[in-house]
């Protein structure tokens, strides 16, 4: 009886909790467009937009923000020092686009001008070196090869967490149904030993148990990005096929359709966050810029928020 009671005795206060709670997972915010809601580890929030709609760069400046330090040599940089694990299955993400973006924003915060317009000695190249440090970047052609990841990055975070001082804090995905035709080309009704056939519901759900292993030893916040599908199956089927075509950015285009998921529900189900990008009308520009307007589909929310990108390749809110 003692025991028992000793057991369900209170070691600390309710607000002692939530303040441990808040203390070792605190809320984030991210940059433009991901602004309007709070974040914590544990989270997966999911980019879906036509290509293209900035995605990968929304990744990028929630990386930068994230890999650069809070302060250095006395520069406030608003950063959160920790680092990232960018996993790119679209094969299209240009690192040298990223160091230059990473080289405009401490030029930026320092307030010289740009080194990438001939001023080479405008920014804290050791600064530039130490937030590089912090990007890890994988890059995978198929599902076998992100399976193979996901299998492994355990003990690759557990190094760099040793190496570093600190764990890892974001998961990227770019483009995480980039291998959705492939996937389904697989025969769901093989077996092998009676083993499960492989099938795109069978990589999926093996993909999303992995990754819920990996946050139960190293919570990270989740960002992933996702081609958009609009209206009716048959168009879904088109819209997937030709996620490059010019009519999606048509007024009239499929962009003004319903948002529908293609992904299987066990993915569905353990997205927490979801944002989608459209194309704005073509009456609304920024010197000749196309614009894009954002919609929060999970939690669903009344406003829309308003980008576009810049010559620079920057994201500018309207």
């Known amino acids: 009886m003692t025991s028992a009671v000793s057991w369900i005795k209170a070691d600390e206060t309710a607000k002692g909790a939530l303040l441990r709670i808040l203390t070792e997972r605190p809320f984030l915010l991210l940059p433009p467009p991901l602004h309007r809601l709070p974040f914590r580890v544990g989270n997966t929030v999911e980019i879906v937009g036509p290509s293209p709609s900035a995605k990968t760069l929304i990744l990028t400046q929630a990386a930068i923000n994230c890999i650069l330090p809070k302060e250095w040599k006395g520069v406030q940089y608003g950063g959160l020092e920790r680092a990232v694990m960018f996993i790119d299955l679209d094969c299209r993400f240009d690192v040298s686009s990223f160091s230059k973006a990473l080289e405009r924003r401490i030029v930026g915060d320092n307030g010289l001008r740009s080194s990438v317009k001939g001023n080479e ?22 599902s076998f090869e992100f399976l193979a990841t996901l299998k492994t990055l355990h003990s690759r975070l557990q190094n760099e967490k040793e190496k570093q001082g600190s764990s890892v804090y974001m998961l990227m995905i770019d483009s995480i149904g980039a291998f959705y035709w492939m996937d389904r080309a697989f025969p769901s009704s093989s077996t092998v030993n009676n083993r499960k056939g492989l ?73 927490s966050h979801r944002i989608l990008l459209r194309a704005s009308d073509g009456e609304r520009t920024l010197q000749n810029h196309p614009t894009f307007s954002t919609e929060w589909l999970l939690p669903p929310l009344k406003f829309s928020d308003h980008f576009t990108v810049d010559e620079d390749g920057l994201l500018v809110t309207l």
């Not at 130490?130 to 990007?135: A, D, I, P």
């Not at 168009?235 to 359709?257: C, H, V, W, Y």
């Open 121 to 142: 000695n405008g920014y804290d190249k050791d600064l530039f070196v130490e937030c590089l440090k912090r990007f890890l970047y994988i890059r995978c052609y198929n």
């Open 199 to 271: 099938s795109l519901q069978t990589v999926v759900g093996a993909a999303v148990q992995e990754i819920q292993r990996i946050l139960l030893a190293h919570p990270m916040l989740v960002l992933a990005t996702k081609s958009a599908a609009f209206g009716d199956k048959q168009s879904t089927t088109e819209a997937i096929r030709k996620k490059s075509d010019g009519k999606m950015f048509n007024s009239r285009g499929p962009q003004n359709l319903p948002y529908r998921d293609f992904m299987p529900a066990v993915w569905q189900s353990f997205v």
